[in-house]
């Protein structure tokens, strides 16, 4: 698999250095060798970094923050009768709403800083973690549940030892697509207003058309996407190594 993988990588790549300068204008879409460069430029000048650790720290919080959220709205709607009655139509309305509309608004609310981007972070990742996570309690056994019920366990039990750890791989697969779900939120309000971070670094690459340098920026914000999947792949295959490979759980995409 990784050898198939890499061989689609570097058929990839040299798909697109015979491409440039020959099928398409080299200053538009660059080519690798000079992507490169301009990643290494950026990291022995020190431009890199500074903006690297800004949204890697606004993508964690607002996933952190839109996960936990998540996660806890869906164990009350799924358990709590009319806590889903009362806040499924204000779900349903304030997801209808597209997200990156949103932006602007953060921004004259909560100012100019990290505030909003990772609050727009927090908002992606909150429907994809909660719809996932509902989606696995509502496939709960209700045969289990009522056998631990008289067996007497009470609700908060019935919630730690039967609902989570079904839930469980709808949980991961929630929170490995909400991974690039945050990336998205934070870099939409780097875009709408910052002077750090990935997206102001891309952004401005951009406005002075230098393809290499925003596909550099695009490079690095790839590496943040891979290093978190990673981890959580890490994680889901140590809570989950009993499952059968082709044992796979529908995702709901928020």
Do not use: C
Not at 120 to 132: C, D, P, R, S, T
């Amino acid at each position: 698999m990784a050898a198939a993988r890499a061989a689609v990588f570097a058929l990839a790549l040299g798909a697109w250095a015979f491409a440039s300068g020959r099928l398409a204008d080299r200053q538009f879409i660059s080519d690798p060798l000079e992507v490169l460069r301009a990643f290494w430029t950026l990291a022995a000048t020190g431009r890199l970094w500074p903006n690297l650790i800004q949204t890697l720290a606004e993508v964690l919080s607002g996933y952190a923050t839109g996960a936990v959220l998540g996660i806890v709205v869906a164990v009350v709607v799924a358990f709590q009768e009319t806590a889903q009655r009362v806040l499924r139509p204000f779900l349903i309305a304030f997801y209808s709403i597209p997200k990156i509309a949103l932006a602007p608004l953060f921004i004259m609310w909560f100012g100019l800083g990290s505030t909003p981007k990772i609050v727009l972070a927090a908002i992606f990742v909150f429907f994809v973690v909660f719809m996932n996570t509902a989606a696995g309690l509502y496939q709960v056994s209700p045969d289990l549940v009522n056998v631990v019920r008289v067996m007497g366990a009470r609700r908060i039990d019935v919630v730690r030892k039967v609902a989570l750890p079904s839930v469980v791989p709808y949980l991961m697969t929630g929170l490995r697509i909400a991974v690039p779900e945050a990336l998205i939120g934070a870099v939409i309000g780097e875009f709408m207003s910052a002077n750090a971070g990935l997206g102001y670094l891309l952004n401005t690459a951009a406005e002075q058309f230098n393809t290499a340098a925003t596909l550099a920026a695009i490079v690095a914000l790839l590496l943040i996407v891979v290093a978190m999947d990673t981890a959580l792949g890490l994680l889901e295959h140590r809570l989950l190594g009993w499952r059968p490979r082709g044992d796979l759980v529908p995702a709901a995409k928020g």
